[in-house]
């Protein structure tokens, strides 16, 4: 059972930046795929970026292409999520999830509980 736990979500003005950490316990963190996931409210949940387990490949939704870098530090069973531009309409809940069969945009067996991330205009 892999438990995970993010931070660094708050509020920050249009433009501005942040950086989410999703740590993780309980299983071999490196055999992971991490992705991450946000929720507005009334809205479906989107896929945001995932990285494989060894970093060297990474894939974005098309919202945050550009903007958003996933990274990840396996001795630190440590995924990132560092937020440039952020625009009003990134506001939402952030999860990280973990994926045993190589991620993507679906397929993950574990889930964090979030973290919020508001956005001033």
């Known amino acids: 059972q892999v438990q995970l736990v993010e931070s660094g979500g708050g509020l920050v003005q249009a433009g501005g930046s942040l950086r989410l950490s999703c740590v993780a316990s309980?299983?071999?963190?490196?055999?992971?795929?991490m992705g991450w996931f946000r929720q507005a409210p009334g809205k479906e949940r989107e896929f945001v970026a995932v990285?494989?387990?060894?970093?060297?490949?990474?894939f974005y939704g098309g919202s945050v292409k550009g903007r958003f870098t996933i990274s990840r530090d396996n001795a630190k069973n440590t995924v990132y999520l560092q937020m440039n531009s952020l625009k009003p309409e990134d506001a939402a809940v952030y999860s990280c999830?973990?994926?045993?069969?190589?991620?993507?945009?679906?397929?993950?067996?574990?889930w964090g509980q979030g973290t919020q991330v508001t956005v001033s205009s």
């Open positions: 999830a973990a994926s045993s069969v190589g991620g993507g945009t679906m397929g993950y067996d574990y």
């Open positions: 309980g299983g071999t963190f490196s055999s992971y795929a």
């Open positions: 990285i494989s387990t060894r970093g060297d490949t990474t």
